[in-house]
């Protein structure tokens, strides 16, 4: 049996309950309006780093709890005793790097919603550009945000095309949601 080369492959192949199968058809390359909603996929992705797709998948939940449903404001007011918590949660990734990014990115997107109204505002701002425009705007402003991070991050969250192929059954589905695949960066 040939091995799927693609994501949307793979996912084909799942039954409809597996993790991944949810993702690709109900979140992956869809746009997100909400800003907790997207600092979550940000964070989530950054624990992804090193790690594979499936093991953040299986710990959204607890990721979840922990980091008090990615509330934005919540999670840059963490202090010393937020930051021993997270750290010693079994049900996420105990990164200290990855839980101080958390707080430091939720702190600049505070400055980026008082100045841009919103992230989402701040993206769309910036939309389109190219990958490489991405990176380095992200270098300028997040932490723990290099090539891949940003890449799958705006990917995920409709902002650059590429999260589904042209024979996947999901693909018209996100480009109808996404006019930012409708525009080439």
Not at 47 to 53: M, P
Request: with cysteine; aromatic share 12%.
């Amino acid at each position: 049996m040939d091995v799927p080369k693609t994501y949307c492959g793979f996912a084909s192949t799942l039954d409809d309950s597996n993790t991944h199968k949810i993702y690709h058809d109900k979140h992956y390359g869809f746009p997100i309006h909400d800003d907790n909603e997207l600092f979550c996929r940000l964070i989530l992705e950054i624990n992804q780093a090193g790690l594979s797709w499936t093991t953040i998948l299986n710990k959204q939940a607890s990721f979840r709890k922990a980091y008090h449903q990615f509330d934005i404001q919540k999670v840059a007011a963490y202090n010393a005793a937020d930051v021993e918590r997270l750290l010693n949660d079994a049900g996420i990734i105990r990164n200290k790097l990855k839980v101080y990014a958390a707080i430091h990115n939720a702190n600049v997107i505070l400055d980026l919603q008082k100045e841009h109204g919103s992230f989402k505002a701040w993206l769309d701002k910036h939309h389109p550009k190219t990958k490489q425009e991405w990176m380095k705007l992200f270098k300028q402003n997040f932490k723990f945000t290099g090539g891949e991070i940003v890449n799958e991050f705006l990917m995920s969250t409709g902002y650059l095309p590429g999260a589904h192929t042209a024979d996947c059954t999901i693909y018209k589905h996100v480009l109808k949601a996404s006019p930012a695949w409708n525009q080439k960066a």
